[in-house]
């Protein structure tokens, strides 16, 4: 990361780019066979890893979105993909082959997956996909996109190959509070062989859902990561900062704030290593997980209140990387499925929806 630090970063949000350097000095360090199984040439080294991995990319000032998606994106294939799909594994944990997006939200249904207005009719030995989606990251610069739709039978997953569709599919930037590279994606009379199906018709959803454990635990590390990088430097500013003679840390108003979002912070990162231990012990960790990310991600929330605080009108100085990292921990306080997640599947509440 000291060849990346906050200022790389801060230029590719200006610019809404891609970190290509970093993805490749990624790829050369073997970061993304992290969680693909060595028989796939991966090095299977484990969630553990890759939540560390995405944490530390953040706490040094970065964004770790693309190496998230590559990293853990891919584990569809691993778990619910044909042999033929899984041959791409070895070119994804090399980097050579860009695995980034998956494209399941539309604009009418949003949260809610069950009622998606897109569609696969089957067509000879193959399916005819036509698609409208939104918000979709990195869409732009992904060579294979996994496509959420739904068939006669339920929402149904398939892995297209981006270049053999490139006159079907139409891709929109979204400017977005972030740089996640958000676009709306158009699917145009795709003809797919049967063969680009992951998983059963009817089973999309499901395919997807088997990672969503995982996902929420590297949305957890992210946030952690995001939140000890604002704590780093509002620690630093209090205890260098001096107005009316005394550094600004040791007044109540700037240290209370600090010490509430470490306790947080602690707290959330405590809950994201429980849920990797039951992720490892073979539990699906549901339950552990989405406590994880709800904790991480508000105490990022509030570690981002907490820098503001710190550095009062510094703080929006782009120069400072805080406006920044606020602008990125918004990105993961979106929880209200979790908690009805929670409310029904750990508390036992009827189920709201
Ligand atoms: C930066 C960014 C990147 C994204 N990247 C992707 C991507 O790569 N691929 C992709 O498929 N999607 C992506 N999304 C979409 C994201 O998953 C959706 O925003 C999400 O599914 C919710 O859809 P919506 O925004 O339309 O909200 P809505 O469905 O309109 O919901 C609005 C609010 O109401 C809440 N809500 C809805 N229903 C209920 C309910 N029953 N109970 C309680 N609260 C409820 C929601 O939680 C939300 O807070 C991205 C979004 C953002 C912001």
Redo the contacts with the bound molecule.
């Keep these: 990361m000291r060849r990346y630090d906050a200022d790389y970063w801060r230029r590719l949000d200006e610019q809404k780019q891609f970190p290509s350097e970093f993805f490749d000095a990624m790829a050369e360090a073997g970061y993304f066979g992290t969680l693909i199984p060595e028989a796939y040439g991966g090095s299977d080294a484990g969630p553990e890893v890759a939540s560390v991995i995405v944490e530390e990319i953040n706490r040094q000032g970065g964004d770790a979105a693309a190496i998230n ?1 590559q990293m853990a994106i891919s584990g569809v294939i691993v778990r619910s993909g044909s042999e033929a799909q899984r041959a791409r594994l070895e070119q994804i944990a090399k980097g050579k082959l860009k695995c980034l ?7 009418d ?5 069950s009622q998606l207005e897109s569609s696969a009719k089957r067509q000879g030995d193959g399916w005819v996909l036509e698609a409208k ?7 732009e610069h992904t060579e294979l996109l996994l496509l ?1 739709v739904n068939s006669e039978v339920g929402p149904t997953l398939f892995l297209i190959d981006v270049a053999e569709a490139k006159h079907h599919i139409e891709v929109r930037p979204m400017p ?3 740089n ?1 590279m ?1 676009t709306s994606l158009f699917v145009d009379g795709l003809w797919v062989p049967d063969s680009a199906r992951v998983g059963a018709p009817g089973e999309g959803l499901a395919c997807l859902m088997r990672g969503f454990a995982l996902r929420r635990i590297l949305a957890a590390a992210e946030s952690i990561g995001n939140a000890r990088f604002l704590l780093d430097k509002s620690l630093e500013q209090a205890k260098s900062r001096h107005t009316f003679n005394r550094p600004i840390g040791q007044n109540q108003g700037v240290q209370y704030p600090l010490a509430q979002a470490y306790a947080k912070i602690e707290a959330a990162d405590l809950m994201r290593w429980d849920a990797l231990r039951e992720l490892r012990s073979g539990s699906d960790a549901g339950g552990r997980s989405a406590l994880a990310k709800i904790l991480a991600s508000e105490a990022a929330w509030e570690m981002a209140r907490a820098a503001l605080t710190a550095f009062g009108g510094w703080a929006l100085a782009s120069e400072m990387h805080i406006e920044r990292k606020l602008r990125e921990c ?2 993961f306080v ?4 979790l ?2 997640y929670v409310s029904h599947r750990v508390l036992e509440l009827p189920k ?2």
């Design positions: 998606a997006a998956v494209a399941a939200t539309e604009s249904s949003g949260a809610d997956m989606k939104m918000f979709i990251s990195m869409a959420l977005m509070v972030v996640r958000t918004t990105v979106f929880n209200n499925m908690l009805s709201a929806f």
